[in-house]
Nanobody, 124 residues
Framework: VQLQAYGGGLVQAGGYRGLFCGAS????????MAWFRQAPGKEREFVAA????????NYAASVKGRFTISRDNAKNTVFLQMNSLKAEDTAVYYC??????????????????WGQGTQVTVSS
């Protein structure tokens, strides 16, 4: 499984940005997909996840109500809409795939496949 994340860039605080993640593989519609982020000097942290069908979503408390995760299984794509961005949202954002389709733990170790990351910088 290969993942390619893109859409990062510089945005002002209070603004919005959308991130895309394209995935290879004909079994994409069976994967749990997620976004994580890593700020300088910090550990990689969970941001949002979406179940294989798109019916279930889960968000970190820090982004709930501001970020929305969605997917298009026909296009093997996951999307993260980020609104009301804050300086503390500055990080490298990674998309990740759990090919088992599990929905239990939203931690780095549950996801075997990762994209290369895309930088989001929010200026205050």
């Amino acid at each position: 499984v290969q993942l390619q994340a893109y859409g990062g860039g510089l945005v002002q605080a209070g603004g919005y940005r959308g991130l895309f993640c394209g995935a290879s593989g004909r079994l994409f519609s069976t994967y749990t997909m997620a976004w994580f982020r890593q700020a300088p000097g910090k550990e990689r942290e969970f941001v949002a996840a979406i179940s294989w069908s798109g019916e279930r979503t889960n968000y970190a408390a820090s982004v709930k109500g501001r970020f929305t995760i969605s997917r298009d299984n026909a296009k093997n794509t996951v999307f993260l809409q980020m609104n009301s961005l804050k300086a503390e949202d500055t990080a490298v954002y990674y998309c990740a795939a759990d090919t088992r389709g599990s929905w239990a733990r939203f931690v780095v170790s549950e996801y075997a496949y990762w994209g290369q990351g895309t930088q989001v910088t929010v200026s205050s």
